[in-house]
């Protein structure tokens, strides 16, 4: 089966390729036929690979793909997760070949995609493929539930998780959708942030004002919303919000020794990513800010003129969007309701205020030694010749939660993407032999898993 897997793997990239040209944009309608395609696509590559019972299943905005493997009677059922759809690709000026038109270079696949998550989810459907073809069986029970709203708040499959349990009903659950701690680095991720999303609207007057007449006399929203902003984070990097700490976990000693033994150079990951020095949260490491401790940030921000020269005008309205990572145990909801009481309660009555809860989603962390963590940790290390490592991650997969609450059975974050790969951003890549090392990786975990 390795063979298999290693003398087919130019195939597999040039299939990987096709899936990478179709622009399943999630954010916009404008993409909804093409999100169409990128399911049909998965659903098709599920069935060529002797998955039997393929089903793309229509949702209210966009479909998931459903498939399975049920002839091992007796033994466990894993089930494998990801998604097929991807991020918006603007600003597109600054990527350096076209976003769905993948091209390769020094070994990496360039593509919107690559990394998140088309590249991860082609592993575990060329492995499945790769066991099927060359004995014919799989040592255990397998599904396939890919979504395409990953990237906007996973709300079909939440839906279809709460109503159909028992189809997706598991003894593990494997996904790829997350980092490699570094380049060829065998990585378990155990840990994911949660996150409440809101929209601050501040209105001032009716409509735009000359600021040279009105100028003095009112409260200009830019004004009052950067004020509000700079409340809600003291110098050490503590966020005011009464309340926001109340079901923090602390991190246990173990887990910083484990941190520590990584040895992360913190000036390699500020030269990395260009900034003169870090910043965060007093007394805390870099690793412990991004994988244990909550944040607040400011993702964007909006008001009065922007373009070219100056124009002289008091704006009638300003808008931020804020996003806060959580960690175990805080709650979105809750911390979405101490963020709106305490906005409420600083912002004066000069200005009128709105604010939307956009979406949220919970933090996951779960133990190391259960059998199926263990069942990855071996695979990765069988697939890199290397021992595996555990790490967190400072990003989100809400519905990983979600499968843990209702399906009961444990997340393995077997990861093969890097955080240098640009998700989210221009000239997103993945690295081809990770690639192929995450074949690799999924193939030993259905065999160390089924033992
Ligand atoms: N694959 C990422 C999560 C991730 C980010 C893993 C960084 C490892 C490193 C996922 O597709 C993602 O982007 N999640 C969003 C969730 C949000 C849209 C609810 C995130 O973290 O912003
Ligand atoms: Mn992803
Ligand atoms: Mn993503």
Known sequence: MVDYINSNIHT????????LRIPSISTSEQYKNDMLRGADFVAGKLKDAGLKNVKVIKTPKHPLVYADWLNAPGKPTVLIYGHYDVQPVDPISLWDSLPFEPVIKNGKIYARGATDD????????????????????????????IEGEEEVGSDSLENFINTNTKTLRSDAILISDTALYGPGIPT??????????????????????HSGTFGGTIANPINVLAEIISKLMNKNGHINIPGFYDDVVKVTKKEKENFKSLG???????????????????????????????????NGINGGFTEEGAKTVLPSKAMAKISMRLVPNQDPNKIAKLFTKYIKNITPPTVSLKIKNLHGGYPFLTP???????????AM??????????MREGGSIPIVTVFTKKIKAPSVLMGLGLNTENLH???????????????LSSAYFLQEYAK
């Open 425 to 439: 951003s221009p000239n997103e890549h993945f690295d081809l032999n990770h690639f192929h090392l995450g074949i």
């Open 118 to 145: 088309k590249g991860q989810v082609y592993m575990h459907i060329k492995s499945v493929e790769a066991y099927l073809k060359t004995t014919g069986k799989l040592p255990l029970n397998v599904k396939f539930i």
């Open 381 to 390: 290390t069988k697939a890199f010749g290397k021992k595996t490592v555990f």
């Open 188 to 209: 378990i991720t155990y840990g994911l942030r949660g996150l409440a999303y809101l929209e601050l609207q501040v209105t001032g007057p009716n409509r735009d004002l």
């Open 12 to 19: 597999y990239i040039e299939e990987l390729k096709d899936f």
């Open 264 to 298: 992360f150079s913190e000036k390699k990951f500020a030269k990395e990513i260009g900034v003169k020095k870090l910043k965060g949260e007093k007394g805390y490491t870099t690793l412990e800010r991004s994988w244990t401790r909550p944040t607040l940030d400011c």
């Open 368 to 378: 190391l030694d259960d059998k199926a963590m263990v069942a990855g940790a071996n």
